[in-house]
């Protein structure tokens, strides 16, 4: 890089050339493989429903092309709870929208957190835990986030279930029932 005396430095190349679509014509490279807006309204519940639940995809392969992340919406029935479990490699999100979600984890499941609405959950890799809607009367309403399109659930039927799930499963886009 030189300084040319005009006091602007030059990088051997000029930023003004185009792309081969004519100086008049707007570079559309990114017109349909940008940024994506999908509508809360217009999220895809064609994935695989499980009575207790309701589950849809907003971003994922088929719909917008993501190839490392998967996020969706998840209604999750009063009371229910996972096995226990972990997702490999995965990392999880879940961000509560409404409701009050009930954490459990670690080798024994001797932790224990709670999350409400505005509330943002973070699952490692590898981490052995069971979600819990802690309500018995109010849905759980959450946007769930995971590091991959493809959905890893190891069950750990050795560990006991701190909550055993005996009336309803949470099951949604990871989580399916067993």
């Known amino acids: 890089m030189h300084d040319s005396g ?19 014509a707007p570079d559309e490279r990114w017109k349909h493989d940008g940024v994506r807006v999908i509508p809360g309204d217009r999220l895809d519940p064609n994935t695989a429903q499980t009575p207790g639940m309701f589950r849809q995809a907003a971003i994922n392969a088929a719909r ?23 997702h490999g490699a995965l990392e999880s999100v879940i961000y509560v929208v409404s ?43 959450c946007v769930l986030v995971r590091s991959d399109n493809e959905a890893v659930v190891v ?10 799930p005996e009336t309803v499963y949470w099951v949604d886009p990871i989580h399916k029932h067993p």
């Open 6 to 24: 005009d006091g602007h430095s030059h990088h051997g190349h000029d930023h003004s050339h185009d792309h081969g679509h004519g100086h008049d």
């Open 64 to 86: 917008v092309g993501a190839q490392k992340i998967w996020a969706g919406t998840v209604a999750i029935a009063p009371d229910a709870k996972t096995g226990v479990h972990h």
């Open 99 to 141: 409701g009050r979600a009930r954490m459990r984890w670690g080798e024994r499941l001797e932790y224990v957190a709670e999350a409400g609405p505005g509330d943002f959950i973070f699952v490692p890799p590898y981490v052995p835990h069971q979600e819990i809607n802690a309500s018995t009367d109010e849905p759980l309403h």
């Open 155 to 164: 069950n750990l039927p050795d560990v006991a279930a701190a909550e055993a």
